[in-house]
């Protein structure tokens, strides 16, 4: 499976992504604390419907929610 396009709302650090992807390659960089693990994990939720094993659940989204 190919993900196209990614669009999210208030997703962890995220509160509004929207990509078009690279057929073959994409690079993610940032600073610190910059929401790169946050899109991480939105792949994961998008692949397989809930968040990675074991993490993030103490990470919250810009306004305190949780998804």
């Known amino acids: 499976m190919r993900i196209a396009r990614l669009q999210a709302n ?3 650090k995220l509160e509004k992504i929207d990509l078009e992807l690279h057929p ?3 690079l993610v960089f940032g ?3 910059a929401g790169k ?3 991480l994990e939105l792949f994961h939720v998008a692949a397989y419907g809930r968040p990675l ?3 993030f659940e103490d990470a919250v989204g ?3 929610s949780y998804w």
Request: aromatic share 6%; charged share 15%; glycine share 16%.
């Open 62 to 64: 810009p306004n305190g």
């Open 37 to 39: 693990t946050s899109l």
């Open 31 to 33: 600073d610190n604390a």
């Open 10 to 12: 208030n997703f962890r």
């Open 24 to 26: 073959r390659l994409n």
């Open 53 to 55: 094993n074991g993490g």
